[in-house]
């Protein structure tokens, strides 16, 4: 099993930064961030291997998010900037021992946090 305890979001203006992390009981091969909008399906926005070499992000992300991991903290970051209000939505933590970006493939959840940009 693994726990995964997501922190940092918050309320802030278009144009803003936020960071988000994510405490991991122990860090997989793959940690990843998802996200999911109000009235909408959860959607894929980065993913970091077990090297913190190898990331992909999503295409409306691509530019102003970074996402990172920190193998002694056993935590993963995101930092996000020029936040939009298309960027609101609740973010996730995902764990899984393969490399993926499909969110049916991460066995672990964290419960998110919730990112509001404002207009």
């Known amino acids: 099993q693994v726990q995964l305890v997501e922190s940092g979001g918050g309320l802030v203006p278009a144009g803003g930064s936020l960071r988000l992390s994510c405490k991991a009981s122990r860090l997989t091969f793959t940690m990843a961030w998802f996200r999911q909008a109000p009235g909408k399906e959860r959607e894929f926005v980065s993913v970091?291997?077990?090297?913190?070499?190898?990331?992909i992000y999503a295409d409306s992300v691509k530019g102003r998010f970074t996402i990172w991991r920190n193998s002694r903290q056993d935590t993963i970051f995101l930092q996000m900037n020029n936040l939009q209000p298309e960027d609101t939505a609740v973010y996730y933590c995902?764990?899984?021992?393969?490399?993926?970006?499909?969110?049916?493939?991460?066995?672990?959840w964290g419960q998110g946090t919730q990112v509001t940009v404002s207009s």
């Open positions: 995902a764990a899984a021992d393969i490399w993926t970006i499909q969110g049916g493939s991460y066995q672990y």
């Open positions: 970091v291997n077990a090297e913190d070499k190898n990331k």
